[in-house]
């Protein structure tokens, strides 16, 4: 039976068993979820992030919830995975690079400084590689092997498997599809111009419709009004939808990818992206020939802190290879 301490935390059960803790760091939310070995969620909860705040404040909100959780269930933590926003360093646990909406993330240190919170080993994977492994456990993907992942939230970001296996490439950065250019003439929260998010965020949404109504409304209030019939709002995710299935179809050339996974909040929209992304997959396919299934996440809300928790439990029981 839930239950729900009023704290942003709800949970499922007491135990006295060690639990396996997984996060997800994001601009807006930090959210968690306490699992058993064989990967049940015990308990789970969200708080606010505090990206203006600087990286300590955000280690505190996250390890703050974690040890409120375990709490609640009465058990004791035996390690934890985090899905964190920006580029990350995997082997040190250290945020490499991130956007203008988060304030001294870039080099922060998050892995020590989390593990020295919750006394507990910690592992931090980006939080698109951890969206992704959460599908290909749980969600959508379950039983493919060539998988590109899209979240569609504050900014957009990518993960990429290959042969069942997170890709990481040289720098830990395969997959950021975000910032690729060559989809507008806006600039990006990165400061660059012209890359996938300026047209398919929730961001970049509300801020484009802002511009051509003059409108403060949010990207779920924007979604409404194009199920209205609004024609202002349905461009906007009629352009998103576009941009996001034209870098599908050229990663798909690249890799030669068998479906694409779109989560984030943005993702709630799916009914106003899919036709465009449909259409587009129909005048712009990827040149091998061979269809495209670009579908949204099963688990999208819980996605990158599932993934984060089922890195962690392969970590704990011994040397892995990159995905679980």
């Known amino acids: 039976m839930t239950q729900d301490d009023g704290s942003g935390a709800a949970t499922h059960r007491q135990t006295s068993a060690p639990v396996i803790a997984g996060i997800d760091i994001g601009g807006t939310k930090i959210s968690a979820v306490l699992a058993d070995e064989g990967g049940a969620v015990l308990a789970k909860g969200v708080v606010p992030a505090p990206a203006a705040e600087g990286g300590p404040a955000m280690a505190d909100a996250a390890a703050d919830l974690v040890l409120r959780l375990c709490g609640a269930l009465d058990a004791s933590l035996a390690g934890a995975g985090v899905g964190a926003a920006g580029v990350i360093d995997q082997e040190r646990g250290v945020v490499v690079a991130a956007s203008a909406t988060f304030t001294d993330w870039s080099g922060f240190p998050l892995a020590d400084e989390l593990e020295g919170r919750l006394g507990a080993p910690v592992w931090v994977e980006n939080d698109v590689n951890a969206f992704l492994l959460g599908e290909l456990r749980w969600g959508a993907a379950r039983g493919e092997s060539d998988v590109l992942g899209i979240m569609l939230g504050t900014g957009v970001g990518g993960a990429i498997a290959l042969d069942g296996a997170l890709h990481h490439g040289v720098h830990g950065a395969a997959g950021e599809i975000g910032h690729t250019p060559g989809f507008s003439d806006l600039v990006c929260t990165c400061g660059q111009t012209g ?130």
């Open 195 to 324: 890359h996938l998010e300026t047209l398919a965020s929730g961001t970049s949404i509300a801020r484009r419709y802002r511009a051509a109504t003059g409108s403060d409304a949010t990207a779920p209030e924007i979604a409404d009004r194009a199920r209205a019939g609004e024609t202002a709002a349905i461009d906007v995710f009629t352009d998103a939808a576009r941009a996001t299935a034209l870098a599908a179809s050229v990663a798909s050339s690249l890799l030669d990818l068998g479906m694409v996974v779109i989560g984030g909040g943005v993702r709630e929209a799916w009914d106003l992206l899919e036709p465009g992304i449909l259409e587009t997959l129909r005048t712009d396919a990827p040149v091998s020939g061979f269809p495209l299934r670009i579908v949204p996440a099963e688990i999208s809300a819980d996605a990158v802190a599932r993934g984060a928790a089922a890195l962690a439990s392969a970590r704990l029981a011994g040397p892995v290879p990159a995905t679980v």
